[in-house]
């Protein structure tokens, strides 16, 4: 059952039979309809003795009439308001809707054409007619000719004709003769209609072989012609085939393969209302289209096509509105999807967020809801008694009240923001006093009062840290210096000693490099620590960056040479001022010459460029790494890291960091960028020219 429930093909087959099961049945029942009103049915000589034919003749010229003494009862009322200059208005025009007047020399009175066809009778367009007024002798036609007299007799002649006159019916119609129009209409459209008026008419029953009407029903009867009994059968076998398979859709719409509940899918998704009005808008249009294609001069060769296409999409339409209403009503989602449902929805929750505002004391909207909403009610009926001038004055006083508690309000939230302010710039020395405050406003002074105190806190126990940390590392430095000193002073005594033994002088070298590598960790140790805490005295200067950099090119010429490294300097021929501590800028340029000839790629080149753009000094250092740097600049900024994590080497991992510290202490900005093994430093200043 499952299979069957899920298959695709199986609903797919069903949808594609439903609508010639429906044709079947509608065709069927249309020809037992035919054949029982007229038995068999020919050609338009045998469609013209049908009382179906005398009705729709008829009609059509009642229709005709109406439409003439409306018109012409509209315009005597108005020629009447004229006429005793009463005041009376109308939006149409005072001449006749369907007709438009002509010039006819033949006639002695007006003679008006039929240019719109207004009438809804299916041989219409087919009837020649002349009306004539007897009250004012003007003519209605649809009959353009040189001579109307000589066509009233010729109408009169003709060997399908209709007139009348003086409450007389002459007809070689048999269906609508002086008797049988007692009958074949209702009272409200019999020949009592013609009152005041002559008419005139004719129809050639070989025009009634265009008629699209006779063609839709000649059509259906010769599908079953010969097979009489056959829609019998048709109607009964086809009704049920539908009912079946429109079960089974019912049970297995909404039901996927390998999916559990009911499948929902994009035009589920589309407001029930909306999709309902499109439907129903585009049925309307087939319907509309394919019964107005009965009615007009569309060719008869492409008439069924017109109406098998009009079917089709109407179909579509009303199986797509059917399918997504089965699937929202299995799914439980029917009134969720209707854009009203969600409308009221959405009141019901702005209205139960307006509620919670208005009664949680807690929420900073309450307040302002309620003072709002408030100074509206009581504004709108004080204006209703200002007719009188205590109504007005207690207006103005209302407003000037509310106006004085709005600044009240402001200046206690201008605390609040000056609070805010200091903590903001570092300052946590601020105290709210709460018990001037209420509601909300009382809530945020408690905790910006909590938040300045933790602050203060905190940056007590930082500041605490600090001390201890700088202590620590000052006393544990001092303390290590004293041995370290003894040692490098006793080295030095060895190191002057006439020593034969050459794994002892090895051990004398190796004694002297180790201990002058920590003496320089433990130096800059205490240097990093001074930096970080802030415990530094700058001698601020305005000091010749170049000449510094040159001087400190020279200091480090050796160590570089050594590596082979070659120097690309480009400097600018004038000086170049900035300002700064001289001992620690040369400190912040060194560290990085240190680190250059220790990390760089031995026989690569070190480029340096020195340069002033837009008031700023920007020095340039790009050196090649002689081992992979498998680690991001911020990682290498941080304390006792190096590029390699792997090696050990020479150095402390403290100076790029000090020389960022430094740096940034003097007012200049100092940062690293790595691209591959491509090492660059860029410091910058702010020029001092």
């Given at each position: 059952?499952?299979?069957?429930?899920?298959?695709?093909?199986?609903?797919?087959?069903?949808?594609?039979?439903?609508?010639?099961?429906?044709?079947?049945?509608?065709?069927?029942?249309?020809?037992?309809?035919?054949?029982?009103?007229?038995?068999?049915?020919?050609?338009?000589?045998?469609?013209?003795?049908?009382?179906?034919?005398?009705?729709?003749?008829?009609?059509?010229?009642?229709?005709?009439?109406?439409?003439?003494?409306?018109?012409?009862?509209?315009?005597?009322?108005?020629?009447?308001?004229?006429?005793?200059?009463?005041?009376?208005?109308?939006?149409?025009?005072?001449?006749?809707?369907?007709?438009?007047?002509?010039?006819?020399?033949?006639?002695?009175?007006?003679?008006?054409?039929?240019?719109?066809?207004?009438?809804?009778?299916?041989?219409?367009?087919?009837?020649?007619?002349?009306?004539?007024?007897?009250?004012?002798?003007?003519?209605?036609?649809?009959?353009?000719?040189?001579?109307?007299?000589?066509?009233?007799?010729?109408?009169?002649?003709?060997?399908?004709?209709?007139?009348?006159?003086?409450?007389?019916?002459?007809?070689?119609?048999?269906?609508?003769?002086?008797?049988?129009?007692?009958?074949?209409?209702?009272?409200?459209?019999?020949?009592?209609?013609?009152?005041?008026?002559?008419?005139?008419?004719?129809?050639?029953?070989?025009?009634?072989?265009?008629?699209?009407?006779?063609?839709?029903?000649?059509?259906?009867?010769?599908?079953?012609?010969?097979?009489?009994?056959?829609?019998?059968?048709?109607?009964?076998?086809?009704?049920?085939?539908?009912?079946?398979?429109?079960?089974?859709?019912?049970?297995?719409?909404?039901?996927?393969?390998?999916?559990?509940?009911?499948?929902?899918?994009?035009?589920?998704?589309?407001?029930?209302?909306?999709?309902?009005?499109?439907?129903?808008?585009?049925?309307?249009?087939?319907?509309?289209?394919?019964?107005?294609?009965?009615?007009?001069?569309?060719?008869?060769?492409?008439?069924?096509?017109?109406?098998?296409?009009?079917?089709?999409?109407?179909?579509?339409?009303?199986?797509?509105?059917?399918?997504?209403?089965?699937?929202?009503?299995?799914?439980?989602?029917?009134?969720?999807?209707?854009?009203?449902?969600?409308?009221?929805?959405?009141?019901?929750?702005?209205?139960?967020?307006?509620?919670?505002?208005?009664?949680?004391?807690?929420?900073?909207?309450?307040?302002?809801?309620?003072?709002?909403?408030?100074?509206?009610?009581?504004?709108?009926?004080?204006?209703?008694?200002?007719?009188?001038?205590?109504?007005?004055?207690?207006?103005?006083?209302?407003?000037?009240?509310?106006?004085?508690?709005?600044?009240?309000?402001?200046?206690?939230?201008?605390?609040?923001?000056?609070?805010?302010?200091?903590?903001?710039?570092?300052?946590?020395?601020?105290?709210?006093?709460?018990?001037?405050?209420?509601?909300?406003?009382?809530?945020?002074?408690?905790?910006?009062?909590?938040?300045?105190?933790?602050?203060?806190?905190?940056?007590?126990?930082?500041?605490?840290?600090?001390?201890?940390?700088?202590?620590?590392?000052?006393?544990?430095?001092?303390?290590?210096?004293?041995?370290?000193?003894?040692?490098?002073?006793?080295?030095?005594?060895?190191?002057?000693?006439?020593?034969?033994?050459?794994?002892?002088?090895?051990?004398?070298?190796?004694?002297?490099?180790?201990?002058?590598?920590?003496?320089?960790?433990?130096?800059?140790?205490?240097e990093a620590s001074k930096v970080s805490s802030g415990n530094v005295k700058l001698n601020m200067e305005i000091i010749n960056l170049k000449e510094l950099l040159n001087q400190t090119v020279g200091e480090f010429e050796d160590k570089l040479e050594k590596k082979n490294l070659k120097l690309e300097m480009d400097l600018p021929k004038e000086n170049v001022m900035i300002k700064a501590d001289n001992r620690y800028l040369y400190r912040v340029i060194e560290n990085v010459f240190s680190n250059i000839s220790k990390y760089a790629l031995e026989g690569s080149r070190v480029y340096i460029q020195l340069q002033e753009q837009k008031e700023?000094?920007?020095?340039?250092?790009?050196?090649?790494?002689?081992?992979?740097?498998?680690?991001?600049?911020?990682?290498?900024?941080?304390?006792?890291?190096?590029?390699?994590?792997?090696?050990?080497?020479?150095?402390?991992?403290?100076?790029?960091?000090?020389?960022?510290?430094?740096?940034?202490?003097?007012?200049?900005?100092?940062?690293?960028?790595?691209?591959?093994?491509?090492?660059?430093?860029?410091?910058?200043?702010?020029?001092?020219?």
């Amino acid at each position: 059952m499952e299979n069957i429930k899920e298959s695709i093909l199986l609903k797919f087959l069903c949808y594609l039979l439903i609508p010639i099961m429906i044709f079947i049945l509608t065709i069927s029942i249309i020809d037992v309809s035919i054949t029982s009103q007229y038995g068999e049915m020919k050609g338009p000589e045998e469609y013209i003795e049908t009382e179906e034919f005398g009705r729709e003749y008829l009609l059509t010229l009642i229709y005709n009439v109406r439409d003439i003494r409306r018109d012409k009862n509209r315009m005597q009322i108005k020629a009447e308001s004229e006429n005793t200059s009463e005041t009376y208005e109308t939006t149409e025009e005072t001449s006749y809707d369907n007709y438009s007047e002509i010039e006819d020399e033949s006639y002695e009175y007006p003679v008006y054409y039929e240019v719109i066809n207004y009438n809804n009778t299916m041989i219409s367009q087919y009837i020649n007619y002349i009306i004539i007024d007897k009250e004012n002798g003007n003519m209605f036609t649809n009959i353009k000719s040189n001579n109307y007299p000589e066509e009233i007799n010729k109408l009169k002649s003709e060997k399908t004709n209709w007139s009348y006159q003086d409450g007389n019916v002459t007809t070689n119609i048999n269906t609508i003769n002086q008797e049988s129009t007692k009958y074949i209409t209702s009272p409200s459209y019999s020949i009592d209609n013609f009152e005041g008026y002559e008419v005139y008419s004719n129809i050639d029953p070989s025009t009634l072989s265009y008629s699209n009407s006779l063609y839709v029903q000649q059509t259906v009867y010769n599908i079953f012609k010969g097979h009489e009994n056959l829609p019998t059968y048709l109607i009964p076998l086809s009704a049920i085939s539908i009912i079946i398979m429109v079960i089974y859709l019912i049970w297995a719409t909404g039901h996927e393969k390998g999916k559990e509940g009911i499948q929902l899918n994009s035009i589920d998704k589309i407001s029930y209302e909306i999709i309902t009005f499109v439907i129903i808008f585009v049925i309307g249009m087939m319907m509309s289209f394919a019964i107005a294609s009965i009615e007009s001069q569309i060719p008869q060769k492409i008439l069924m096509s017109v109406f098998l296409l009009c079917y089709l999409i109407g179909y579509a339409c009303l199986a797509v509105w059917v399918s997504t209403t089965i699937r929202r009503l299995k799914a439980k989602q029917f009134i969720r999807s209707f854009l009203t449902y969600k409308i009221c929805r959405w009141i019901k929750v702005t209205v139960q967020k307006i509620f919670r505002k208005v009664t949680d004391k807690e929420n900073a909207n309450r307040k302002i809801t309620i003072i709002y909403w408030g100074f509206v009610f009581i504004s709108v009926i004080l204006a209703c008694t200002m007719w009188s001038g205590i109504g007005l004055l207690i207006l103005i006083a209302f407003w000037i009240w509310t106006y004085y508690k709005l600044i009240q309000y402001n200046k206690k939230l201008q605390k609040i923001n000056e609070a805010l302010r200091n903590i903001y710039e570092g300052n946590p020395n601020v105290k709210l006093n709460e018990e001037e405050l209420e509601g909300t406003l009382k809530i945020m002074a408690k905790y910006i009062n909590d938040i300045a105190g933790g602050f203060t806190n905190a940056i007590e126990q930082s500041l605490k840290s600090e001390r201890l940390k700088t202590e620590l590392i000052t006393n544990v430095s001092h303390d290590i210096k004293t041995p370290l000193t003894s040692i490098i002073n006793y080295v030095d005594l060895l190191k002057k000693e006439d020593i034969q033994n050459a794994q002892i002088e090895q051990y004398i070298a190796i004694l002297d490099k180790k201990s002058q590598r920590l003496k320089k960790l433990i130096e800059d140790l205490v240097e990093a620590s001074k930096v970080s805490s802030g415990n530094v005295k700058l001698n601020m200067e305005i000091i010749n960056l170049k000449e510094l950099l040159n001087q400190t090119v020279g200091e480090f010429e050796d160590k570089l040479e050594k590596k082979n490294l070659k120097l690309e300097m480009d400097l600018p021929k004038e000086n170049v001022m900035i300002k700064a501590d001289n001992r620690y800028l040369y400190r912040v340029i060194e560290n990085v010459f240190s680190n250059i000839s220790k990390y760089a790629l031995e026989g690569s080149r070190v480029y340096i460029q020195l340069q002033e753009q837009k008031e700023e000094v920007i020095l340039e250092i790009k050196n090649i790494s002689k081992d992979k740097l498998n680690i991001s600049a911020e990682e290498l900024m941080q304390r006792f890291v190096r590029g390699d994590k792997s090696r050990y080497t020479e150095g402390s991992g403290l100076g790029l960091s000090i020389a960022e510290s430094l740096t940034e202490m003097q007012g200049g900005k100092f940062n690293i960028e790595i691209d591959g093994d491509l090492f660059k430093v860029v410091i910058k200043w702010k020029s001092e020219r």
